[in-house]
T-cell receptor, first 115, second 114 residues
């Protein structure tokens, strides 16, 4: 069964500090991995996508890494800001040769940034 | 370009009542999805559609029905609401059935069943 596990479940950090969120998956055959950010009371929005051949990708202060061998990804946030307070969701997609295709969602990491 | 919109934003139902949630997208996406989100559970797929006139069950379909009569609309129905259906409901759409295309989410509908 395809699964996506995220850790930690929640995290509290001080403004300006860095943090790293983890995602482990068992989705196979792997196609790609997305990180979404969900602000309170809003729908998730995609931050970045990682494909099999990519190890690192940055989007501003967000840097995602992927190790396809160990089936792990991380999202590193540099110099956190109050606006980074949100839930971060890891979503993994499998490659399908036919039929419908549905990605697998993790439960998310809730990040709170304190001033 | 409004993206994905959901109607209504909030609703309170009594047990046994019925209602329909409407999702509309203006991006000409083939795929549409309905999720529910509960504390600690993350987003769980209720039903999805791979094109106009087609629907399929997701992870938690019981108690819900859906219809996709037009490509841009995806309706979620609750025939007889139960307190266990109290949740935040999100609709999403994506461009293609091939892997990895970004899902665009609506703002959510907060439903309370008393």
């Amino acid at each position: 069964k395809n699964q996506v596990e995220q850790s930690p479940q929640s995290l509290i950090i001080l403004e300006g500090k860095n943090c790293t969120l983890q995602c482990n998956y068992t989705v196979s055959p792997f196609s790609n991995l997305r990180w979404y950010k969900q602000d309170t009371g809003r729908g998730p929005v995609s931050l970045t996508i990682m494909t099999f051949s990519e190890n690192t990708k940055s989007n501003g202060r967000y840097t995602a890494t992927l190790d396809a061998d160990t089936k792990q990804s991380s999202l590193h946030i540099t110099a956190s800001q109050l606006s980074d307070s949100a839930s971060y969701i890891c979503v993994v997609s499998a490659t399908r040769t036919g039929g419908s295709y549905i990605p697998t969602f993790g439960r998310g990491t809730s990040l709170i940034v304190h001033p | 370009n409004a993206g994905v919109t959901q109607t209504p934003k909030f609703r309170v139902l009594k047990t046994g009542q019925s209602m329909t949630l409407l999702c509309a997208q203006d991006m000409n996406h083939e795929y549409m999805y309905w999720y529910r989100q509960d504390p600690g559970m993350g987003l769980r797929l209720i039903h999805y559609s791979v094109g106009e006139g087609t629907t399929a069950k997701g992870e938690v379909p019981d108690g819900y029905n859906v219809s996709r009569l037009k490509k841009q609309n995806f309706l979620l129905g609750l025939e007889s609401a139960a307190p266990s259906q109290t949740s935040v409901y999100f609709c999403a759409s994506s461009y293609s059935p091939s892997g990895g295309h970004e899902q665009y989410f609506g703002p959510g509908t907060r439903l309370t069943v008393t």
